[in-house]
Every structure is written in C-alpha cells, then in structure tokens.
C-alpha cells in the first residue's frame, strides 16, 4: 500500500541552522500539508501546498519557513535560522483530489539545542 | 474558529474493561478522523468519519459520528495493554479545496493487566 515516507526521523540542529525536512507524499496525491506537534501539545496546522504554491499558512508559518516541491516526488519544509521553540515533531500529510483523507507520514523529530 | 474537546483527559482501566473517549466540536464535522500515539512517537491511522450515524469499526475499537455531526465517540471493548497510548481526533475544516486537520489533545489510556 502507498505511503508518505519522511526523512529523516530525527533531526538535531543547533539553534540558528537552517534544517531541511524531506517528505515524499503518495504519487497521485496533489495536495500536501505540514504539522508540527510540540511535546505534549495539540498537532498544529503550519501549511497547506496545491499546484505549485501556498494554499493557507498558520500565524506559526512565518517567514523563517518555507516550502517546496523540487521535484515531481519531494515535498520539503525548511526553517531558515532554527530556534529553541522550534523543537517539535513534523508530520507532512497528503491527500488526493476529490477526497478528504489525509495520509500522514511517520514524522521527523527535530531537536533545537 | 472550530475547537475540538476530547474526554476524559486521561483514563485508566483494568485490563479486560470497556471504555469510551468522546470527542465533541463547536461546528458541524465534515470529516473526523481518530489516531492512535505513542507519547513522542507518530500518528497511526484509526478510522474516518464522514456520514452523520456512521459507524466504523476495526477489531476491537468501535467509532460514531452523531447524526448532528457534532460528537464522536470511540469505543474499545474488552481493553488490552496493547490498546494504551493517546488517542487523537482530528476534524477536517475549510471549504472546497482549502482543507486543513484541526486537532483535540489527545486522550491519554492506560491499560492495567
């Protein structure tokens, strides 16, 4: 059965790098979402991508996020100079047209030390 | 803006005993979805909900979406220690392709053998 794959699991970064988070969302899906969920906290909406550009944004996705589709198959967050507050788990979802389901991925843990 | 309330916050239970988590919303659901956690850990898929009075069910765990489309409630018979984690519902919200997951906090179980 397809899946949303998501690289890597665990991230560590010191306070002020950029990191990267990979996810390869189902092939025939078209829209594709971030979550992040802070230990302990609620999953949060950060960013809904269609056709190529920003469908919503979150007050959380400022502009020290970003997000791309390189290619046909990754779909990609970038935080741009981390911070502590950043620490949190990354779930990247996708969905085909016409559906509601949202299919999550496994997660990315990133660390802010 | 739509919330989720689950209850209870946290529940245990003796190994063998039934048990119910409610998950209520201030708007009409279109789509509510239950995930299972472990603390830290990713979101594993348990059932949708679309209809009002549908009812899903996978092995021992039972799901309802009121026919108002405003509660869902999720049932574990005869509770294992397999079945102890945090239990998550997520309603879909927004309007045509605009979508994105809402979340409640969670239901922490545990399961005493």
């Known amino acids: 059965e397809p899946e949303v794959t998501q690289t890597p699991s665990h991230q560590v970064t010191q306070m002020g790098q950029e990191v990267i988070l990979r996810c390869v969302p189902i092939s025939n899906h078209l829209y594709f979402y971030w979550y992040r969920q802070i230990l302990g906290q609620k999953v949060e909406f950060l960013v809904s991508f269609y056709n190529n550009e920003i469908s919503e944004k979150s007050e959380i996705f400022d502009d020290q996020f970003s997000v791309e589709r390189p290619d046909g198959s990754n779909f990609t967050l970038k935080i741009r100079s981390t911070k502590l507050e950043d620490s949190a788990m990354y779930f990247c979802a996708s969905r085909v047209e016409g559906a509601l389901e949202q299919y999550f991925g496994p997660g990315t843990r990133l660390t802010v030390t | 803006s739509q919330e989720l309330e689950q209850s209870p916050q946290s529940l245990i239970v003796q190994e063998g005993k039934n048990l119910t988590i409610n998950c209520t919303s201030s708007k009409t659901l279109y789509g509510l979805y239950w995930y299972k956690q472990k603390y830290g850990e990713g979101l594993i898929f348990l059932m949708m909900?679309?209809?009002g009075g549908e009812e899903k069910s996978h092995e021992k765990i039972t799901a309802k979406l009121d026919e108002k489309k405003q509660q869902s409630s999720l049932h574990i018979t005869a509770s294992q220690p397999s079945h102890a984690g945090i239990y998550l519902c997520?309603?879909?919200?927004?309007?045509?392709?605009?979508?994105?997951?809402?979340w409640g906090l969670g239901t922490s179980l545990a399961v005493n053998p």
């Open positions: 909900l679309q209809k």
């Open positions: 997520g309603a879909d919200i927004g309007a045509g392709n605009n979508r994105k997951l809402i």
